[in-house]
Structures are given as structure tokens and as C-alpha cells.
């Protein structure tokens, strides 16, 4: 009887287990039918929001470009990460829209930083398949004057091994006129060496998962060390991404050869006014007293 019971009481037990495995996968799955039918309305209603955060010259200090970051306030919801939003607009086809709008906004808030700043614009697999990349980006660069230096696109390497003909004509195009084409979360996908050699980059992005560890763990920081060389040997710009800390920030400084850094450290993604603001503080001097601030939204 006891055995019985004990038999009685794991299926029960794995029932109730099965039941609410079952009923967590329904309210994922309702949850992001809802997420998508919302983001749509969003997407339509021009709803998304945009960040910017600085990326620092290692060396000199200065803020040399900021990333573009989308961002979604649901009315209900809250704050949704782009890591759940993004790969709903991927599969939705709302990418594109997004894409456009991020491009032509940034190309516009980069109008009114010094001319020695750049933007970068995140671009997914599925642009290169769906949407005309290199005449939306020539038409926004056109209509706003940017000139295309001030320009950098980030792919990684999942765009890449999805659409790597398209990616590589339309990238190349792109180079050479003169915007610049980074590889972004170097390290963390797929036979990444080879995309190295037969891709137009100008810059390689190194994960943040590479320097999370470089102050305690000295495997981490030979890996980091390596990883760098690696990018300064054929001649591309190096980015570390997700410096949060001093000691990062010394660790890479005495031992790697890093360009800039991005992360924490130097500014969180911040609404346009406010990395404005960090701009004119970083640079020590005010770039609006010289320059009539054009505004944009
Ligand atoms: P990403 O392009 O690698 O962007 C950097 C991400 O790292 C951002 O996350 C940023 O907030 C975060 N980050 C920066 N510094 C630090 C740090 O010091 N510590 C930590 N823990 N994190 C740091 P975010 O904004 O959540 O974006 C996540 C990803 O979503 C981006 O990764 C990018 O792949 C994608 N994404 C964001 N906006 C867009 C967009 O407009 N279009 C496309 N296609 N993808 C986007
Ligand atoms: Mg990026
Ligand atoms: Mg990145
Ligand atoms: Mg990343």
C-alpha cells in the first residue's frame, strides 16, 4: 500500500508538473501573440523610442560614435527588451519598418554632434533578404547630408550566415562608399573567421562575454588579449564591449591594444537630449556655443 501510494502520489505529481509546463507554454504563446499584434500597432503608430550610448576612444577619452538602440514601451507591459521584441519584428516582417525608422533618426540626431562623431545602426539577417539595405541607406544619407564616414552599420555573424551573398554585395557596396561596417558580438556565433576574410569590415566588435572576466581570470584575459591582436592584424578598428568597471578599463588598457570601449562605464544607452549632454561633458567643451543646434525629432 505504501509503494502504491508513493506510485500514486509521482503521477500525480507528474501530471500536475505536465499541467502547468502546459499552461506556461500557453501563456507564452498567447503573451507573445499579444506582443506582436501590439508591436505592429506600435510600429505603425511610430511608437518606438531610440537611445543612444557612447563609444569611447580608449586613448583620448572622446566619444567617437554612439549606437542606436531600439526601444519599446508597452502601455501595459512595461519596458520590453529588444532581445524579445526584435526577433518578433524579425519573424513578423516588421524589421524592415524599424530598420527604417532607427536609420533615418539616428542619420538625423547625428547632425547635431561635432563632426568628429559618428552613429551605428544595428541591421538584421532579415534586411538584407527583404528590404533594398543599400538604397534605403544612400537615400537616407542623401536626404540628410550626413557625410558617409559618419555612418557605421553593425551586422553579426547570424546575419551573416544567413544571407552571406546578399550581406557581402550589399556590404561591400556600402564600404566603399565610405560608411563604416562593423562585426558586432565577435566571439559568440559561428565559424566567425572566415566572414573576417571574405567581409568588408572596418571594425570588429568583441563581446561582451570576453571582457566580463579579464580582471580575475587570466585565461579570460589572454583570450581577450588575442581576440584584439587578431582584429589589429588585419587592420580593423577594435571595439570591447560591456566595459562596466575601472579595473576593466585598466586591464584593457595596459594589456590589450582596444580602440574603444563601450558599456556602463562610460554612459548607459540614453535618450538623445541626455547623450548630448554626455557628449559636451566628455568633450570638455560646449559644441553648441559653437555650432547652431539643429532640432530634430
Ligand atoms: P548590441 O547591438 O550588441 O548592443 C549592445 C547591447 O549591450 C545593448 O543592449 C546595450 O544596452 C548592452 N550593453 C552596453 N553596455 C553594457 C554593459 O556595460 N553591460 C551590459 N551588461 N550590457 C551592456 P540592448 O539595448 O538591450 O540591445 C540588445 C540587442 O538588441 C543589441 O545588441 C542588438 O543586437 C539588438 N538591437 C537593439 N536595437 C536594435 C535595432 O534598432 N535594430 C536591430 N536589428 N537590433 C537591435
Ligand atoms: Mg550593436
Ligand atoms: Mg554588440
Ligand atoms: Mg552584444
Same mark, same amino acid.
Given at each position: 500500500?505504501?509503494?502504491?501510494?508513493?506510485?500514486?502520489?509521482?503521477?500525480?505529481?507528474?501530471?500536475?508538473?505536465?499541467?502547468?509546463?502546459?499552461?506556461?507554454?500557453?501563456?507564452?504563446?498567447?503573451?507573445?501573440?499579444?506582443?506582436?499584434?501590439?508591436?505592429?500597432?506600435?510600429?505603425?503608430?511610430?511608437?518606438?523610442?531610440?537611445?543612444?550610448?557612447?563609444?569611447?576612444?580608449?586613448?583620448?577619452?572622446?566619444?567617437?560614435?554612439?549606437?542606436?538602440?531600439?526601444?519599446?514601451?508597452?502601455?501595459?507591459?512595461?519596458?520590453?527588451?529588444?532581445?524579445?521584441?526584435?526577433?518578433?519584428?524579425?519573424?513578423?516582417?516588421?524589421?524592415?519598418?524599424?530598420?527604417?525608422?532607427?536609420?533615418?533618426?539616428?542619420?538625423?540626431?547625428?547632425?547635431?554632434?561635432?563632426?568628429?562623431?559618428?552613429?551605428?545602426?544595428?541591421?538584421?539577417?532579415?534586411?538584407?533578404?527583404?528590404?533594398?539595405?543599400?538604397?534605403?541607406?544612400?537615400?537616407?544619407?542623401?536626404?540628410?547630408?550626413?557625410?558617409?564616414?559618419?555612418?557605421?552599420?553593425?551586422?553579426?555573424?547570424?546575419?551573416?550566415?544567413?544571407?552571406?551573398?546578399? %550581406?557581402? @554585395?550589399? &556590404?561591400?557596396?556600402?564600404?566603399?562608399? /565610405?560608411?563604416? =561596417?562593423? $562585426?558586432?558580438?565577435?566571439?559568440? *556565433?559561428?565559424?566567425?573567421?572566415?566572414?573576417?576574410?571574405?567581409?568588408?569590415?572596418?571594425?570588429?566588435?568583441?563581446?561582451?562575454?570576453?571582457?566580463?572576466?579579464?580582471?580575475?581570470?587570466?585565461? %579570460?584575459? @589572454?583570450? &581577450?588579449?588575442?581576440?584584439?591582436?587578431? /582584429?589589429?592584424? =588585419?587592420? $580593423?578598428?577594435?571595439?570591447?564591449? *560591456?566595459?562596466?568597471?575601472?579595473?576593466?578599463?585598466?586591464?584593457?588598457?595596459?594589456?590589450?591594444?582596444?580602440?574603444?570601449?563601450?558599456?556602463?562605464?562610460?554612459?548607459?544607452?540614453?535618450?538623445?537630449?541626455?547623450?548630448?549632454?554626455?557628449?559636451?561633458?566628455?568633450? /570638455?567643451?560646449?559644441?553648441?556655443?559653437?555650432?547652431?543646434?539643429?532640432?530634430?525629432?
Amino acid at each position: 500500500v505504501k509503494a502504491d501510494l508513493a506510485l500514486y502520489k509521482a503521477k500525480a505529481n507528474g501530471k500536475a508538473q505536465a499541467q502547468l509546463f502546459h499552461e506556461q507554454m500557453d501563456t507564452d504563446y498567447r503573451y507573445r501573440q499579444r506582443l506582436k499584434a501590439d508591436l505592429a500597432v506600435c510600429v505603425a503608430a511610430n511608437g518606438l523610442t531610440l537611445v543612444y550610448q557612447p563609444i569611447i576612444d580608449l586613448r583620448t577619452r572622446r566619444v567617437v560614435c554612439c549606437e542606436a538602440l531600439a526601444r519599446w514601451n508597452h502601455p501595459e507591459f512595461g519596458a520590453i527588451p529588444p532581445s524579445v521584441f526584435i526577433p518578433i519584428a524579425e519573424e513578423t516582417g516588421l524589421i524592415s519598418d524599424i530598420t527604417r525608422f532607427v536609420l533615418a533618426s539616428a542619420v538625423a540626431e547625428c547632425r547635431n554632434w561635432p563632426d568628429d562623431i559618428a552613429v551605428s545602426v544595428n541591421i538584421s539577417a532579415r534586411d538584407f533578404r527583404h528590404t533594398d539595405v543599400k538604397g534605403m541607406v544612400e537615400a537616407t544619407l542623401r536626404d540628410s547630408g550626413l557625410p558617409a564616414h559618419r555612418l557605421e552599420i553593425e551586422v553579426t555573424e547570424t546575419a551573416l550566415i544567413e544571407e552571406r551573398d546578399a %550581406a557581402t @554585395k550589399i &556590404l561591400s557596396a556600402l564600404q566603399a562608399q /565610405g560608411i563604416g =561596417i562593423a $562585426l558586432d558580438d565577435f566571439g559568440t *556565433g559561428y565559424s566567425s573567421l572566415s566572414y573576417l576574410q571574405a567581409l568588408p569590415f572596418t571594425k570588429l566588435k568583441v563581446d561582451r562575454s570576453f571582457v566580463v572576466d579579464v580582471v580575475h581570470n587570466p585565461r %579570460a584575459l @589572454k583570450l &581577450l588579449k588575442n581576440v584584439v591582436q587578431l /582584429g589589429k592584424d =588585419i587592420d $580593423l578598428k577594435v571595439t570591447a564591449e *560591456g566595459v562596466e568597471t575601472e579595473e576593466q578599463l585598466a586591464v584593457l588598457a595596459a594589456h590589450t591594444k582596444v580602440d574603444h570601449i563601450q558599456g556602463y562605464l562610460f554612459g548607459i544607452p540614453l535618450p538623445r537630449r541626455d547623450v548630448a549632454e554626455l557628449i559636451d561633458r566628455l568633450a /570638455g567643451v560646449s559644441y553648441r556655443a559653437q555650432q547652431p543646434r539643429k532640432l530634430v525629432n
